[in-house]
């Protein structure tokens, strides 16, 4: 028997407030995300001889412990060993034996928002395995727990939610906890011209998140004005966005894109940098419209939109820069688990 789950990795289209929780608690959160065709992978294969393993293959890392009721949090494959604690303590109250392989389609650090789409998809696929009886909204809280109060890595909720549900969705989150996921019924054609429309660029270079978030937490503690603009202005931005994905007002993304990158950009030191800013100048140079970095900042991949045939003139522009242009769909599934 193997018990298999995949997640999908998110671009968020717009929003802010949901990374930086004094922000979040005093005025709320909201973000536009889409789920996108690359995706984190979990597969367990249950065993009978007192040890776990843990591979991921994508980082090339392969342990084998002894079965215990909790793993020591040591630096090695943290997210695997977290999750596995939380299950154990919670749901089956005794030492698992069995082998987990992970992978995942883009690099630590891109801005996709992959180690919580990884959490989500590990713990689907535990929840398959043990019946936990979980609704998406309890799937998604108990993958933001794990990883941000359990493991205390610094970060937001967006994540988790828009993996556990996929699709478009336009996500608000107040004090306490309380997010409210609202799907958005966008037309088939909107969403072909938007994924034609939005280039997805990897720099080729990565960056931790969890700094980047730390700054705009003692920016908002400190009071900071800028700060604290650019995220009223980056929830504005996300309803601006909502509107006009809706109505199919498309032309007008790339000019919400960029009013949005502009705030965000005063949220914290190193969201972006004279790379990036050449990246962003360049592909507006040539013809995109708006764009932004995806997640934190300061590395990643990046998007742009680039409305009529502009697409591949901003493509060959970018190339000088070494990086590389990502295909992609939007995914609308989000967490699915099955057994074979």
């Not at 690359?38 to 293959?57: L, Q």
């Not at 970018?318 to 990502?326: A, D, R, V």
Request: with cysteine; hydrophobic share 40%; net charge negative.
């Amino acid at each position: 028997m193997i018990i298999r789950s995949k997640a999908p990795l998110r671009l968020g289209l717009a929003g802010g407030g949901t990374d930086v929780a004094p922000f979040s608690e005093l005025y709320g959160g909201a973000i536009l995300n889409a789920t996108i065709s690359m995706y984190a992978y979990a597969s367990i294969r249950p065993t009978h001889d007192g040890k776990i393993v843990f591979n991921s293959e994508d980082k090339k890392e392969y342990y084998t412990l002894d079965s215990a009721d909790q793993l020591d949090i040591d630096g090695k494959l943290d997210l695997h060993k977290g999750i596995y604690n939380r299950i154990v303590h919670d749901f089956s109250h005794k030492p698992l034996s069995f082998e987990l392989t992970t992978y995942v389609d883009a690099p630590p650090g891109s801005g996709l928002g992959t180690s919580s789409t990884l959490v989500v998809a590990i713990v689907g696929a535990f929840a398959e395995w043990l019946n936990i009886p979980m609704g998406d909204y309890d799937l998604a809280h108990l993958a933001y727990e794990i990883e941000r109060t359990d493991l205390g890595m610094a970060g937001g909720k967006q994540d988790q939610y828009a993996a556990t549900f996929g699709g478009v969705n336009f996500m608000e989150f107040f004090k306490e906890d309380k997010v409210i996921v609202n799907p958005l019924r966008i037309r088939e054609k909107y969403l072909d011209e938007l994924a034609h429309n939005l280039i997805l660029y990897h720099t080729e270079t990565s960056r931790l998140s969890s700094k980047i978030i730390e700054q705009q937490t003692k920016n908002i503690l400190a009071g900071n004005e800028k700060s604290l603009e650019a995220m009223h202005k980056l929830k504005e931005q996300a309803l601006m966005m909502k509107e006009a994905i809706l109505k199919g007002e498309l032309d007008k993304i790339g000019e919400i894109l960029d009013f949005g990158w502009q705030f965000k950009k005063n949220l914290a030191k190193g969201v972006s940098n004279d790379y990036i800013d050449d990246i962003y100048d360049t592909a507006m140079k040539n013809g995109a419209t708006g764009g932004k970095i995806s997640g934190a900042g300061g590395g990643g991949f990046m998007f742009f939109y680039c409305p009529g045939n502009n697409r591949s003139r901003v493509i060959e522009a970018l190339n000088k820069f070494g990086g590389q242009t990502k295909r992609y769909e939007f995914a609308s599934k989000g967490l699915a688990t099955w057994t074979i």
